[in-house]
């Protein structure tokens, strides 16, 4: 698919989906009005606390409460006009009305990682293409079914029951070359919007894979167990399950610790101490 | 069973804990007959190793009986009934790492891999029983061990030869041989050893073995004078820190050029080679401005010869300050270190043994119960009663 492209968004949805970027001059398209990226609830919050801020520092009437009249000033002008400059430079959009698509691109989580696998491409690909390998290497993905075209596919996340219990939704292949490349996204309706892509590529020191996911938190209940369950740091634990991938690829399991012994610390066990419970055997000296 | 476990800094106990399962189809679980306590477990009971959690069961020097395989075990290679020896560092036979016989450098044995590329870029190796940054396995201090990727990592012994002399090839004897063999040793060279402990006894026979001209073993004189008096007995010239100059020596044995290879077998808990150095490091590590005292790779870059070799088979875990850089450039240093890569040296160590060129069990002092572990942790960290090596008997 080629498509001309102008904005920044396009580029890097292009980026991401594989397509090829159209060479040579580009008609070039009027700058965008910047569109409204500020949430509802969050402008009026910000409106208010912004005129309070600067009504409190032109009140001090010194340098400390011109600078608070300054930044209430902002935050008022930030609300009034539901466009907030510093979420434009960082690519945030919190008013809703868009496409799983455009959120993905506007304020998705991007994750990557990259891996040296010792086995082919064909069979890296071939892992990765059947689709209900995945739970084997991605730790909270209960299953994926296909859906019989094989191009769509049913995704299961296990979930607590307060959030029905599973996380659900389908996906499409967007791109599939066999031994080189796998991109994949959700459809419309999905509970978490995501995608991913994994490409192969032959090295001296085996099949160089580099994936790439990203999602979208949604709003509310599913949003909040999902915050939960990635923690702080939803890289990490994202990362972690890829790196599952390299494990299965090359010793064909994944080491676990569960089950291992484990002391308690507070059974009757003799305790070392540097205070010496013991004595040095008579005629040693420290 | 009985395991030594790690409670807090200072605070060792054996406890009562349930026995090992085959947790993977590829574990095999080993009866142990003789398990060591090595001098890196002394940085676990000092508290210098950060990522210890209360319970931990800690020891990574074992040998014993397989007595269980789990059913993807390749029987070809290992089966119930086999003697082995089973490496510290955990290794999974399949990765760029492990095919270059980088053992200690695994990419997929750590399950815990974000804290060592927080700690260190990359994440090393799983290693038994050695704080969550390695992995957190359970650690071979114990009657029984579950070895992971068990066809691999269980390294099979014979029958004919005593415990004594091969329980070390899991980790002293081939660290103080890696310490001594990635140098390049040449039969012109001078080795200045630091450290008499297990290792360096370990890595003085290496350097003899491997041809040097000329080994010097450094270490206090008035603290463990039985352990000069070993690495005499080996056939190194000592010098003993706490009455001569260091420098001063070594400058002399090597006819003012300096060793060719200086080697740090002391690793983070050095004493410095003076009170004021110390003093510097004792400070500088309670305000947490550095994690070690690392007075003895200053004092091996002080000393080596231009264009020499630092090898460094002590133990590092964090960040250390005064290093000197300066000389390291302009005198044109390499620097050899790593965790051992204990699978690529067994077999030729082993060859070694059975020719009767090492005999690694001179190092036993003590031979204790698994339940006197405190004890011998005891006398082992204060160097009280000669002791040099502590073997626990996992079976008395």
């Known amino acids: 698919m080629t498509m001309a492209y102008s904005t920044r968004e396009d580029i890097q949805r292009a980026r991401f989906s594989g397509e090829k970027l159209q060479q040579g001059p580009q008609p070039r398209r009027q700058p965008q009005r910047q569109f409204q990226n500020v949430g509802e609830g969050e402008r009026w919050t910000s409106l208010a606390s912004g005129a309070i801020l600067a009504a409190l520092g032109l009140v001090r009437n010194d340098t400390v409460g011109y600078v608070m009249a300054g930044i209430g000033g902002a935050l008022a002008y930030r609300g009034a006009s539901g466009n907030c400059p510093v979420y434009s430079a960082l690519g945030i959009n919190q008013n809703q009305n868009a496409t799983p698509q455009q959120r993905l691109n506007r304020r998705g989580v991007r994750v990557t990682q990259t891996f040296t696998i010792n086995k082919s491409p064909a069979e890296c690909y071939r892992f990765w293409r059947d689709f209900k390998n995945l739970p084997r290497i991605m730790t909270h993905l209960e299953r994926v079914t296909d859906m019989g075209d094989g191009r769509r596919s049913h995704w299961v996340v296990k979930a ?15 791109d599939d070359q066999p031994d080189k490349r796998i991109a994949w996204r959700s459809l419309e309706g999905s509970d978490v919007d995501n995608a991913g892509a994994v490409s192969f590529e032959q090295s001296p020191r ?31 634990v994202i990362r972690e399950d890829l790196r599952n991938f390299k494990r299965i690829m090359e010793i064909g399991e994944l080491l676990t610790l569960t089950g291992q012994p484990q002391g308690t610390c507070a059974g009757h066990g003799r305790e070392y101490t540097e205070k010496n419970s013991y004595m040095p055997p008579p005629g040693v000296t420290r | 069973m009985k395991a030594t476990v790690w409670c807090a800094p200072y605070k060792v106990k054996v406890e009562e804990v349930p026995d090992p399962k085959i947790l993977n189809r590829r574990d095999a679980i080993v009866r142990l007959t003789s398990t060591c306590i090595c001098g890196s477990d002394l940085h676990l009971v000092d508290g210098f190793v950060p990522f210890m959690k209360p319970g931990d069961v800690i020891g990574h020097e074992p040998m014993g009986i397989v ?53 260190f870029g ?24 579950r070895v992971p990727i068990a066809d691999v990592n269980c390294q099979k012994m014979p029958t004919d030869l005593d415990d004594h002399k091969l ?21 012109e060279d001078v080795v200045a050893i630091w450290g008499c402990g297990p290792v360096g006894q370990f890595t003085i026979q290496s350097a003899k073995l491997l041809g040097a001209r000329i080994v010097v073993a450094i270490d206090n004189g008035r603290m463990v004078p039985e352990r000069l008096e070993m690495a005499r007995r080996s056939g190194a010239i000592t010098i003993d820190n706490s009455s001569e100059d260091v420098y001063e020596r070594l400058l002399d044995i090597s006819g003012g050029i300096g060793p060719d290879v200086c080697i740090d077998a002391v690793g983070m808990e050095a004493h410095g080679s003076n009170a004021l150095e110390h003093v510097y490091d004792k400070v500088k590590t309670w305000t947490f401005g550095e994690t070690e005292r690392p007075a003895v ?20 875990g964090g960040l250390s300050d005064k290093i000197p850089v300066g000389a390291l450039m302009n005198k044109g240093l390499t620097i050899k270190t790593g965790q051992t890569h204990v699978h690529k040296y067994v077999p030729e160590l082993l060859e070694f043994i059975k020719q009767g060129r090492i005999d ?31 073997v626990l008997d996992p079976a008395a």
């Not at chain 2, 089966?79 to 695994?106: A, H, M, T, Y």
């Not at chain 2, 031979?367 to 960290?381: C, D, G, K, N, W």
């Open chain 1, 160 to 174: 607590p029951a307060i959030v029905g219990g599973t996380v659900e939704w389908d996906a499409e292949i967007t």
């Open chain 2, 360 to 390: 690694p069990s001179f190092v036993v002092t003590h031979r204790v119960p698994l339940s006197e572990a405190p004890h011998a942790y005891h006398i082992f960290r204060e160097k009280l009663d000669g002791c040099i090596k502590v």
């Open chain 2, 122 to 145: 990359q994440a090393t190796a799983g290693i038994f029983g050695y704080s969550h940054l390695t992995g957190g396995y359970a650690g071979a201090q114990a009657q029984y061990l």
């Open chain 2, 297 to 316: 790779i200053r004092q091996c870059i002080e000393c080596v010869r231009k264009c020499g070799t630092v090898s460094i088979p002590g133990v590092y």
């Open chain 2, 67 to 119: 007595e269980e395989v789990g059913p993807d075990v390749d029987s070809s290679k290992l089966k119930k009934g086999d003697r082995v020896i089973v490496p510290f560092p955990i290794g999974c036979g399949e990765c760029w790492f492990c095919r270059n016989q980088l053992w200690s450098c695994c990419d997929n044995t750590n399950p815990k891999p974000y804290l060592g590329e927080e700690m």
């Open chain 1, 206 to 236: 085996g099949t160089i894979a580099r994936v790439e996911m990203r999602y979208v938190t949604p709003a509310g209940r599913i949003g909040s167990w999902i915050s939960t369950l990635l923690g702080e740091n939803p890289d990490r």
């Open chain 2, 167 to 187: 329980v070390f090839l899991s980790d002293i004897l081939p660290t103080g041989y890696m310490a001594a063999q990635h140098c390049n040793i040449g039969p």
